[in-house]
């Protein structure tokens, strides 16, 4: 698929298949959620551009590389939070919008509740982060209000993923990046991924 990099690497299968397991209680699976997000950290900044500096060494005068541009994360709330911690452990300097959005489960379309953007959007790589893309409702209205407020260069970063969501997301914004660290088999009549996590915000939050 054009514009998805699905992650592998036995770190992720392993933690991956600790997640599914619906015994595992609200700790492990906020710790499991940080360790991932680490891992797709350095998955979806692989392609960031970078720009060449000059650094004082110990011994010499040498040159380097740094990302040339600002990093944005914006989680979509409120299960996207539990991927923050992970990100900045590897970009602490990293600025942070938010995006509120919950999916009508009548409809499955999405609701918006909260915005909170940085300025500047236009000149930063973008990150939105959510565990699971499932129906893609939500991440496509999400990208739709970035790129409304001058967003351009965006990656959207899951943990897991819906065929149905990817699709849907591609459709509508093919310039977008998805990251993630596994494409699951299929949605359920309720919109739920299978095998899935079940439900990513209520079990980060210990609300199931």
Known sequence: MKNVHAA???LIHDKISKLRDKKIGTQQFRQLIQELSIILAVESTAQCLLKKVI?????EITTGQQIS?????IPILRAGLGMIDGF???IPNARIGYLGVYRNEKTLEPVAYYKNLPPKLEDSEIFVLDPMLATGGS????????KKYG???ISLVTVVAAPEGIERVQQNHPDVTIVTASIDRELN???YILPGLGDAGD???GTC
């Open 8 to 10: 592998n690497h036995p």
């Open 55 to 59: 650094v004082n060494g110990h011994f």
């Open 189 to 191: 009549e309720q919109g």
């Open 151 to 153: 967003g351009g260069n």
């Open 203 to 205: 079990r980060l939050n």
């Open 139 to 146: 991440a496509v209205y999400c990208l739709s209000l970035i």
């Open 69 to 73: 541009r600002d990093i944005i994360l």
């Open 88 to 90: 900045l452990k590897l």
